[in-house]
């Protein structure tokens, strides 16, 4: 791994990580574009797991912050579950070229679905957050991305947004840590995670202590306006990697 390789990482999870503590989510979304700097996604999807279990952590022991609804919790953990084992199995099969595409093109969808509002009423129903905390687990297990549509039925359901918060770390913190097992039980987690730990834990907490700190400077208005921008930032992002990530999958030279 190159010096500038390492420097434009580390560049990206520090961001990564300040976003999550300015808004409380949005780590995963945008460390994951960084893998494009790394040799092989094989080790950087876990340090982004490790990464994104740290953080929650943090947001969890505010707990004037993020309230828990046990009821849906235990819907979404037990379907997330079941997701994570089938998501660890999917990233042991897959070689770095396709984990690549499927990264870029997962970041782009999952950034695309944060930029809604307003979920639409009909995406309320249990039957359809059962199914969506499956594919989720699937998606954070493989690719450590896919948090926001968990949100989206969250809204849609009509919950306070404080709720939502709580919820969703004790969601995203039992499953990454599940996710993180079933990819150390199939043989998915590349050696060179301990490097990358070593190399950017300190650059992610302080991007997370920089946020957070921004954040109790921030009005509500500031706080949607930056929330806002940077999704869309993230989709932009999302979808010239995307391209990019495409056009070498179909011309390697």
Request: with cysteine; charged share 10%; proline share 4%.
């Amino acid at each position: 791994m190159s010096a500038m390789s390492m420097l434009l990482f580390g560049g990206v999870t520090f961001l990564a990580a300040a976003f999550r503590g300015v808004t409380g989510f949005g780590y995963a979304l945008i460390a994951a574009l960084g893998l494009l700097f790394l040799p092989s996604p094989a080790a950087g999807v876990p340090f982004i797991l490790v990464s994104d279990l740290l953080l929650t952590c943090f947001l969890l022991l505010d707990r004037e912050q993020a309230a828990v609804d046990w009821a849906v919790a235990r819907l979404l953990l037990a379907l997330g579950f079941a997701g994570a084992l089938c998501g660890s199995l999917i990233a042991a099969s897959l070689d770095d070229g396709t984990s690549r595409v499927l990264v870029a093109v997962t970041v782009f969808g999952a950034a695309c679905v944060a930029l809604v509002r307003e979920p639409p009423p009909w995406l309320r129903h249990r039957a359809i957050g059962a199914g969506i905390a499956l594919v989720v687990g699937v998606l954070l297990a493989a690719f450590a991305v896919g948090g926001p549509l968990i949100a989206a039925w969250l809204l849609a359901g009509g919950r306070d947004r404080r709720t939502i918060k709580g919820t969703l770390a004790v969601f995203f913190g039992a499953v990454d840590a599940l996710s993180l097992a079933g990819r150390a039980m199939v043989g998915a987690i590349d050696p060179g995670v301990v490097g990358l730990l070593a190399a950017f834990t300190v650059p992610t907490l302080a991007g997370f202590l920089a946020g957070r700190l921004l954040a109790a400077r921030l009005s509500f208005d500031g706080w949607r306006r930056l929330a806002s921008g940077g999704l869309l930032a993230v989709a932009v992002a999302g979808l010239v990697q995307t391209v990019y990530t495409l056009g070498r999958s179909f011309n390697p030279s």
